[in-house]
T-cell receptor, first 112, second 112 residues
Framework: EAQVTQNPRYLITVTGKKLTVTCSQNMNHEYMSWYRQDPGLGLRQIYYSMNVEVTDKGDVPEGYKVSRKEKRNFPLILESPSPNQTSLYFC???????????FGAGTRLSVL | GENVEQHPSTLSVQEGDSAVIKCTYSDSASNYFPWYKQELGKRPQLIIDIRSNVGEKKDQRIAVTLNKTAKHFSLHITETQPEDSAVYFCAAHPQAGTALIFGKGTTLSVSS
């Protein structure tokens, strides 16, 4: 089954404790991205990747890192999480830039 | 950079009525405009998209129109049904290799 898988689905952590949210897709898509969703602010793109080893900043990249060492995986790293990073995070992939994006189920993160 | 404004933020209609959601964008280089639907507690899913070489696109009860001169595009849902109740997001994608920018969303409620 074609899908985008994010883990974990829920995460509660404390300020400053490094964490990684994994994202994997099995559709051989080139384009992958991370979004955060906050009430009243819609979906905001954090980082995106056009292909392996190619990543670019989106609208709100501060406090986040990503890597794209393999085509299928695009982890989101928070080196030192802060409470303002409490949010719902979605990973998405598409066959190419400006194509249909398939979203993962989301990761709800709380930073205390 | 690109900025997308979406209106209204909430929309309530009676079953069978039409619903229209409007978005404006700022970057004249934008040439791809997708619409996503997000049901409560679910991930966003693409419902229709349009590219700048087309003025209108239709898929059953859903249509999107694009006015490049005025830099706005609209989603039209006819014969609304309760299952159309969701948050709808418009987005604009400037030239290749740039971030996808979403509007803040419209919460559509269809009452029977």
């Amino acid at each position: 089954e074609a899908q985008v898988t994010q883990n974990p689905r829920y995460l509660i952590t404390v300020t400053g404790k490094k964490l990684t949210v994994t994202c994997s897709q099995n559709m051989n898509h080139e384009y992958m991205s991370w979004y955060r969703q906050d009430p009243g602010l819609g979906l905001r793109q954090i980082y995106y990747s056009m292909n392996v080893e190619v990543t670019d900043k989106g609208d709100v990249p501060e406090g986040y890192k990503v890597s794209r060492k393999e085509k299928r995986n695009f982890p989101l790293i928070l080196e030192s999480p802060s409470p303002n990073q409490t949010s719902l995070y979605f990973c998405a992939s598409s066959l190419r830039d400006r194509g249909i994006q398939y979203f993962g189920a989301g990761t709800r993160l709380s930073v205390l | 950079g690109e900025n997308v404004e979406q209106h209204p933020s909430t929309l309530s209609v009676q079953e069978g009525d039409s619903a229209v959601i409007k978005c404006t964008y700022s970057d004249s280089a934008s040439n791809y405009f997708p619409w996503y639907k997000q049901e409560l507690g679910k991930r966003p899913q693409l419902i229709i998209d349009i590219r700048s070489n087309v003025g209108e696109k239709k898929d059953q009860r859903i249509a999107v129109t694009l006015n490049k001169t005025a830099k706005h595009f609209s989603l039209h849902i006819t014969e609304t049904q309760p299952e159309d109740s969701a948050v709808y997001f418009c987005a604009a994608h400037p030239q290749a290799g740039t971030a996808l920018i979403f509007g803040k969303g419209t919460t559509l409620s269809v009452s029977s």
